[in-house]
């Protein structure tokens, strides 16, 4: 991901960004850590929604 696009995803300037990397640099890695976070979650949804099928397939 871009710094733009970041700065896009979290709806801020991308100057602000800029300036939140130099004076903020634990608020970036939090940033970071919990866009992580949120793919994460999203991939194992995506896991136990299949292992869902398997378990409790539907009756056709």
Same mark, same amino acid.
């Given at each position: ?29 939090? =940033? %970071?850590?919990?866009?992580? #976070? ?5 991939? #194992?949804?995506? %896991?136990?929604?299949? =292992?869902?099928? %398997? ?6």
């Amino acid at each position: 991901m871009t710094k733009k696009e970041l700065a896009e995803r979290i709806n801020i300037d991308p100057k602000t960004l800029k300036n939140w990397e130099t004076s903020k640099p634990e608020l970036i890695k939090l =940033i %970071y850590l919990g866009l992580a #976070t949120e793919e994460h979650i999203k991939e #194992t949804e995506k %896991y136990i929604s299949n =292992i869902n099928q %398997y378990v409790n397939p539907k009756i056709k």
